[in-house]
């Protein structure tokens, strides 16, 4: 069947697809976006939603002096000067821009932002900044806006469409090809841009990528890699898989499925800023292998890939289960979760585990359970003389004695996706030869976080390129 030619075709109706879509239809312009589900939004719906930006009204507001300068010092600082330096630089220069358009329509702020976030190596000035829902704050603004444009005829979103493939037209591609309950359709487009996602929840093509790394994702259930496969298959070029760096915390609740739920079930293991370690971390042979006080995100994150599988075990016993911090807090280690959730999380025994004594806990847990009482018993004697030779640990308060003994397994998951397809700095795909692939152009994770992050996690510099990037395509397509 025929389908009508758009001035701009967008593949995925996500962060990118949604602010590229919204833009280019309030020019006039005609825009059809295809999307696989059967709603608006994307990994909107999914993300924490935080962004960064120098030299914004909400620093000013609170005597934070930034600039996009800044911005851009502080990104090489932490990644080495590694990534698409065309794209960061693009990336950092729009985004106080996209935050200002935020602010224009609406956006609401978390009272405490702009903040320095830890979770990740941290920027040295307050920049980051988010909604009190994460990204669905964002949602919530944009929504409107997608909205009035559908009703207006500018925007026409075909839902419940499978990208499986492009064709040309004299020589430009022109030409997107769906699968859908009826059968295959296709829809034409003077300009094609690919928003589709990155590829976190496809595992085989997720292996083909990273052989021999484990994948435990937490990532948006869609990111499955359509628009890669197809834009490889017309001759595009895969990039930055090397950069790979997993985040710590989660947890399998069906073990073996490799899936994590970030904002369900997450270990406080990141760093050790938000809490004190009432516990040690042991890998598959029982032992611990780092200093659990580490405050570096980045040094837990390598030295977790060093361990067998990606992953270990945190061991701790009753009384830090139930203790407050020395703040009066409870503070649990998984994030969010009462003492009583975390009983009968235990009693669950998927990923975590209790025990009246820890030959029984290492029998639960698979861990070899004379290794597993020398650790504990030589950490406990870390913790009387208030010395760790092993690995230089200072927080030493807790001893583990008190029965019942839980374990707690963790995973060096998978949030967000590095490797993407390479594009320039007009964000137009490229070939094989770092020749355009005329009528082709890409945002948001399908380019990879290592095109706008480089090889470390740069708070922002995910959400606020995909925004930034797909207002840029709308403005200019």
Not at 9 to 34: H, P
């Amino acid at each position: 069947m025929d389908k009508m030619k758009y001035d701009i075709l967008i593949i995925g109706a996500g962060t990118a697809g949604m602010s590229c879509a919204i833009t280019a239809a309030q020019r006039g312009l005609k825009v059809g976006v295809i999307e696989k589900s059967n709603y608006y939004g994307g990994a909107l719906h999914w993300s924490g939603g935080h962004m960064s930006a120098g030299g914004t009204r909400l620093q000013k507001e609170k005597g934070i002096e930034d600039s996009v300068e800044k911005h851009l010092e502080d990104i090489y600082r932490i990644n080495n000067k590694s990534g698409d330096l065309h794209l960061i630089e693009k990336a950092t220069s729009e985004a106080p821009k996209t935050i200002e358009w935020l602010d224009e329509i609406g956006m609401e702020w978390a009272a405490e932002c702009p903040r320095i976030i830890y979770g990740h190596v941290a920027y040295d000035t307050a920049r980051t900044v988010y909604g009190p829902e994460k990204a669905m704050s964002i949602y919530k603004v944009l929504a409107p806006l997608w909205d009035a444009q559908v009703e207006e005829g500018n925007i026409e979103c075909h839902f419940e469409n499978t990208f499986i493939g492009l064709n040309k037209s004299e020589d430009r591609f022109d030409t997107v090809l769906c699968s859908t309950s009826k059968g295959e359709c296709y829809y034409k487009g003077k300009h094609i841009v690919i928003t589709s996602g990155g590829y976190g929840s496809n595992p085989a093509y997720f292996q083909q990528k990273h052989p021999n790394i484990p994948l435990v994702s937490s990532c948006y259930p869609a990111a499955t890699a359509d628009g890669h496969v197809i834009l490889e298959k017309q001759g595009a070029t895969f990039r930055f898989g090397e950069y790979h760096l997993p985040s710590l915390g989660g947890m399998e609740e069906v073990p073996g499925n490799g899936r994590c739920d970030f904002n369900r079930a997450w270990a406080m293991v990141l760093t050790s800023i938000y809490r004190n370690p009432r516990d040690i971390y042991v890998n598959a042979n029982g032992e611990r292998f780092i200093a659990e006080d580490e405050v570096n995100p980045e040094t837990r994150e390598k030295t977790t890939m060093q361990q067998p599988n990606w992953c270990f075990w945190v061991i701790f016993d009753e009384t830090a289960l139930t203790s407050n911090d020395e703040n009066g807090n409870h503070n649990p280690i998984i994030i969010g979760r009462t003492v009583a959730e975390m009983k009968a999380e235990a009693e669950k025994e998927n990923a975590m585990f209790m025990a009246n004594s820890i030959g029984e806990l290492a029998n639960k847990t698979g861990l070899p359970a004379i290794s597993l009482q020398n650790t504990i018993e030589k950490y406990n004697g870390m913790v009387e003389t208030k010395h760790d030779p092993d690995f230089g640990r200072t927080y030493l308060e807790d001893p583990i004695k008190k029965a019942p003994f839980y374990a707690l397994k963790v995973h060096a998951s998978v949030l967000v996706t590095f490797g993407g397809i390479k594009v320039d700095k007009e964000l137009r795909i490229l070939d094989a030869n770092d020749h355009p692939m005329p009528g082709l152009y890409a945002a948001g994770e399908v380019l990879g976080l290592g095109a706008t992050s480089g090889s470390s996690f740069c708070s922002g510099m995910a959400i606020t390129p995909a925004l930034g990037f797909g207002r840029l395509l709308g403005k200019t397509l």
